[in-house]
């Protein structure tokens, strides 16, 4: 008769859940491939659309406003040349490491689904993209750069001002981006949604390359 050890349930429970996390993202992948659009993503959009309040249009736009030609990179080449002044070396190539393959991941995505962005037929665009839509690159970028200095900024500086300040802004930056690019007409709610979960994929497997990386340096006896 065999015997299951408690090794064997250990790696089985542990590999079953990571498959699982995948498969509502490709369900949703392929449901993107097939239609321009799901049932509910136009009311999402028109629905937003319809608050014209000058205030929270112009907050939209600023939320989206880093991520868009290459501003991104600034801010990430910034804090990593900030990092190299402290001498966190792993920290600041892991950082250009998550954003550089998180953006690479979705350029892959968006070239396998072939989604078109939404119509200026059908809702309000705020500025015409010649890229494809699934899922939001705003999205992914936004979880693999600032959900990485959210993680940096929580786990190694100190309790602070500074420190509540910068994890506020992170925050906000990944919470608003999805509903900026759904209610500037530059993706729909589903593609917004698929960047959060392709995201935050991307950024739990950087933090585990950042620990591994680490773990590596300590053991060296380098600081």
Known sequence: ?????????????????????FMPLLALSVVAAVGAYLSGDLWITQF??????????????????????????I????????????????????LLISLGSGELLTTVIKLIVARSRPSPNLVEVYLRHPTLSFPSGHVVS?????????????????????RSALLI????????????????????????????????????????LYWRLKSRRIAGGEV
């Open 1 to 21: 008769m065999a015997v299951e050890t408690r090794g064997d349930r250990s790696d089985e429970t542990i590999r079953r859940p990571r498959l699982e996390r």
């Open 48 to 73: 937003l659309q319809r608050f014209d309040n000058p205030y929270f249009h112009w907050l939209m736009v600023a939320v989206s406003w880093p991520g868009y030609q290459g501003r991104q990179w």
């Open 75 to 94: 801010v990430a080449v910034c804090v990593a040349a900030l990092l190299l002044r402290f001498r966190l070396r792993v920290e600041a190539a892991c």
């Open 142 to 162: 936004y979880m693999t750069l600032f959900g990485f200095l959210f993680y940096l900024v929580h786990t190694l500086m100190p309790r602070s001002a500074l």
């Open 169 to 208: 802004i992170f925050s906000v930056l990944i919470g608003l981006v999805g509903l900026s690019r759904v209610y500037l007409g530059a993706h729909w709610a589903s593609d917004a949604l698929a960047g959060y979960g392709f995201g935050l994929l991307w950024l739990a497997l950087m933090i585990h």
